[in-house]
């Protein structure tokens, strides 16, 4: 597509229940990118894909998060049993990038708003 | 550790104005990148500009411009003649070394504010 799409651009979920947050990055991007913006605050890395192989998840809070991306295209993160402090934007992000590239520019999407009640 | 600073958490000015957002990082990588994103009020994360740590040459594009200094850790960013469209959260952003993966690191923000 022209740009990364994600959906749902709101959600609003009781605590303890499960989420999932999709991305569906730009065509021809190897590179997915997931971050995680609180209210106030900059954007926070939480995990990468090249492709369907997951690099870097070492900014995911714990064991409740998970992300996978099983045809290299659209990704999914999910929240299990979430809790009031997982509320945030959550972007998704995707570039170019070939292996090793760290400047090449990731292009954001506009976020799903998650609020646990 | 990587580290991003904006040290202005909120800057107001009248339109025409020129207005500099200062951003300042910490990086041990000899090698890396520095970002500007603006975040409008409608949430979007819009790119404007990409620098890599060997080119320090500044930048110009219309009224937005950029001041790379290694000496200083800095890669600020100034507006001239300021709008009201202006209005927004800028974010300075690292990203460093051979396997970052494009991994950013994003300083807190400043929020502009652009009265007519």
């Known amino acids: 597509g022209a740009g990364v799409s994600q959906s749902p651009r709101y959600k609003v979920t009781k605590r303890g229940q499960d989420v999932a947050l999709r991305c569906d990055p730009i065509?021809?991007?190897?590179?997915l990118y997931w971050y995680r913006q609180a209210l106030g605050q900059g954007p926070e890395f939480l995990t990468y894909?090249?492709?369907?192989?997951?690099?870097?998840k070492s900014g995911l809070p714990n064991d409740r998060f998970s992300a996978e991306r099983p045809e290299g295209s659209i990704s999914t993160l999910t929240i299990q049993r979430t809790e009031q402090r997982d509320s945030a934007m959550y972007r998704c992000?995707?570039?170019?990038?070939?292996?090793?590239?760290?400047?090449?520019?990731?292009?954001f999407g506009e976020g799903s708003w998650l609020t646990v009640v | 550790a990587q580290k991003v600073t904006q040290a202005q958490t909120e800057i107001s000015v009248v339109e025409k104005e020129d207005v500099t957002l200062d951003c300042v990082y910490e990086?041990?990588?000899?090698?890396?990148?520095l970002f500007w994103y603006k975040q409008p009020p409608s949430g979007e994360l819009v790119f404007l500009i990409r620098?890599?740590?060997?080119?320090?040459q500044n930048e110009i594009s219309g009224r937005y411009s950029w001041n790379f200094q290694k000496s200083t850790s800095s890669f600020n960013f100034t507006i001239t003649a300021s709008q009201v469209v202006d209005s927004a959260v800028y974010f300075c952003?690292?990203?460093?070394?051979?396997?970052?993966?494009?991994?950013?690191?994003f300083g807190q923000g400043t929020e502009l504010s652009v009265k007519p």
């Open positions: 992000a995707s570039s170019l990038a070939q292996r090793g590239a760290s400047g090449n520019t990731i292009y």
């Open positions: 065509s021809g991007h190897v590179s």
């Open positions: 894909f090249n492709y369907e192989a997951q690099q870097d």
């Open positions: 990086t041990r990588d000899t090698t890396y990148y």
């Open positions: 620098r890599n740590s060997f080119d320090e």
């Open positions: 952003a690292l990203s460093g070394g051979y396997n970052q993966g494009g991994k950013l690191i």
